[in-house]
Nanobody
Framework: EVQLVESGGGLVQAGGSLRLSCAVSGLTFDDNAIGWFRQAPGKEREVVSYINRDEGIIYYGDSVKGRFTISSDNAKNTVYLQMNSLKPEDTAVYYC????????????????WGQGTLVTVSS
């Protein structure tokens, strides 16, 4: 059984930092692209960042480039999202998700989803 379990969300002031974790079980990093979406209130879900080891891709959405860093620890089967210089507009539920490495990292194509973790950035 595949499971993606997020943690690390919370309330932070603008300019602060948080690190999200996604504990992965039941699938391998080498065969899947794994990363993060987010959904703000009243908005569509958007891609934040992902790693595709098979394709040699690390992707960041334009709104988070230079502020967020994605990484993975194969030994711990965990993907991290380090979020720095947080802004109120980063407030959203953040979802970990995975798709087979030859698939597109878009919402409609994802094979697995975590339950989400809420990040709230106060001004």
């Amino acid at each position: 059984e595949v499971q993606l379990v997020e943690s690390g969300g919370g309330l932070v002031q603008a300019g602060g930092s948080l690190r999200l974790s996604c504990a992965v079980s039941g699938l391998t990093f080498d065969d899947n692209a794994i990363g993060w979406f987010r959904q703000a209130p009243g908005k569509e879900r958007e891609v934040v960042s992902y790693i595709n080891r098979d394709e040699g891709i690390i992707y960041y959405g334009d709104s988070v480039k230079g502020r967020f860093t994605i990484s993975s620890d194969n030994a711990k089967n965990t993907v991290y999202l380090q979020m720095n210089s947080l802004k109120p507009e980063d407030t959203a539920v953040y979802y970990c998700a995975a798709v087979e490495s030859d698939g597109d990292f878009v919402e409609s194509e994802m094979d697995y989803w975590g339950q989400g973790t809420l990040v709230t950035v106060s001004s």
